[in-house]
């Protein structure tokens, strides 16, 4: 992981293998050329104030994302200027905001991977500005390299000549003294730390990331932190009625389980409950995907690697409220064992479900997992899943769907989603789609219409939701995996989305924001 560290000396005397500055696209009125944002100024006066136009001939724009470099001045020990775009400024003075500076300085921390030490001089007045940076540079520089041992040609090791992340990032301008800079600092940490580690989980092969090693996983992280945990094997699940984690799980060699991690503070006024589909890999059962849906399958517990990092976040932020994460851990496989269209399973809460397609797993483990956390009846209970394709076609690769069955409470989940700078959208339960899960052998089918097929799977998940409970769901298909090119602080591979926005709800629940 990149350190982090504070100074406030200045930008000619520090050493490093960079310095990384900002430059914004300007409006027409400013003749349309980049402009050097604050932070920039000791380099700026290097140059006798002609950087921008020296920018302007290397090619730069100031467009997002937008990577620009060029020696340093005369007089600086630092030998390299790194100017990232932040998009386009629509008045000269104005301050970009938190979530631009994020991902320039995520885009800057990927752009400099192999270097020791880079300077961020970008504009940091205040402490959302400092946590900002902090964050983008930590999830900008996460790389995911543990099975890239050997080259192309007789296995020899190659680490040695393999670019690894940026090893150190100083923020500069930022007195380390100050109370609310560092707290900034801190969180940005903590909340990246375990960010990437949700990354990690997503992109561990599934060979080696089965339910089993999940839990353990948890077990060692609550551990360390002080966080309670209780994991449910298959036996405990036979035990205890969990047919929907049970049905799913029955084709693999890997049995399912469920784990509950319970952070509690002797603060805490108010209880939230989160719950994680974990499909360790989802081959879709008896219902197989087609060819060239499997290959990225392993990312199907991406909403309980969510809920454990918000889990253990929230644990080292110290926040005061008590949070429960609920992970539904299970294996989806085809096999003389499995699950078949047309069984009927009993769930936790006694419901039965006539299961009409086995790739429509996900919700059936959920099931389980929103009655367990409404049996402690929770202020609110958020699930995070990568439940439907039908939801990447509605809002796209990058941004999540939130339902809800509570209007005042999904309007809050998007704030907080929108505070953490994570593209999130409204989505509705329309009744009249809740016909067509009508099943003539069970309580409900686990599919109804075609048509609005993520608007489905929330009203299935509200069926089991314990009665008077506030609940909102959060289908992350889209954006919890990045098939493309990385983007600002955004890697190719796991991403870690809904993270931020559960640690922000808790954060606003904590402090009496939320109500």
Not at 456 to 462: N, Q
């Amino acid at each position: 992981m990149t350190a982090l560290t504070l100074s406030t000396a200045a930008l000619p005397g520090l050493r490093a293998d960079a310095i990384v500055i900002g430059v914004a696209k300007g409006t027409a009125s400013a003749a349309g050329g980049p402009v050097v944002v604050p932070g920039a100024e000791a380099v700026d006066k290097a140059y006798d104030g002609r950087l921008a136009g020296v920018l302007e001939t290397l090619g730069a724009s100031g467009a997002e994302g937008e990577v620009t470099k060029l020696p340093a001045p005369t007089g600086f020990k630092t030998p390299l200027v790194v100017a990232v775009g932040l998009g386009t400024q629509t008045e000269k003075d104005a301050a970009p905001d938190t979530e631009a500076l994020r991902r320039a300085a995520g885009v800057a921390a990927r752009a400099l991977s192999g270097s020791k030490k880079a300077v961020f001089a970008l504009p940091m007045t205040d402490a959302a500005e400092v946590g900002a940076v902090a964050e983008g540079a930590l999830l900008g520089a996460y790389s995911f390299d543990a099975y890239k041992n050997a080259d192309d040609a007789g296995g020899k090791d190659k680490k040695k000549n393999r670019k690894g992340p940026l090893a150190e990032a100083v923020l500069a301008g930022v007195p380390s003294r100050d109370k609310a800079f560092k707290a900034a600092v801190e969180r940005a940490t903590a909340v990246a730390e375990e960010l990437n580690r949700a990354r990690d989980l997503i992109n561990t092969p599934p060979n080696d990331l089965d339910p089993e090693a999940f839990a353990a996983v948890a077990q060692a992280a609550a551990k360390e932190h002080g966080i309670k945990v209780q994991v449910l094997d298959e036996k405990a699940l036979a035990k205890g009625g969990h047919g929907g984690i049970l049905g799913v799980g029955a084709g693999s060699a890997s049995g399912p389980r469920l784990v509950k991690l319970s952070y509690t503070s002797a603060k805490a006024k108010k209880h939230l409950a989160f719950v994680g589909k974990g499909i360790t890999y989802d081959s879709g059962g008896i219902s197989l995907k087609p060819a060239g849906h499997n290959e990225t399958m392993k990312c199907d517990m991406s909403g309980a690697a969510a809920v454990f990092a918000a889990v253990v976040a929230a644990a080292r932020l110290g926040l005061a409220v008590n949070v429960t994460g609920w992970l539904a851990l299970a294996e989806n496989m085809p096999s003389g064992s499995a699950t078949r269209p047309g069984d009927v399973l009993r769930m936790y809460s006694g419901k039965t479900v006539e299961v009409l397609n086995t790739d429509a797993e996900g919700r059936l483990v959920l099931a389980d997992a929103l009655w367990a956390a409404s049996e402690e009846k929770p202020d609110a209970i958020v699930d995070v899943a990568t439940l439907t394709g039908a939801m990447v076609l509605a809002l796209g690769s990058r941004t999540f769907g939130i339902m809800a069955n509570d209007d005042t409470f999904r309007a809050a989940v998007l704030e907080a989603a929108e505070e953490a700078g994570e593209p999130a959208w409204p989505m509705p339960l329309p009744e009249h789609l809740r016909k067509g899960m009508d099943s003539t052998v069970a309580d409900i089918a686990n599919m109804g219409e075609r048509m609005g097929g993520g608007l489905v799977a929330g009203l299935f998940l509200r069926e089991f939701v314990g009665e008077g409970i506030t609940w909102a769901h959060l289908d992350i298909a889209g954006p919890a995996f990045n098939e493309g090119g990385p983007f600002g602080y955004t890697p190719k591979g796991g991403t870690g989305s809904a993270v931020r926005t559960l640690v922000r709800l808790a954060e606003q629940t904590a402090s009496g924001e939320l109500g």
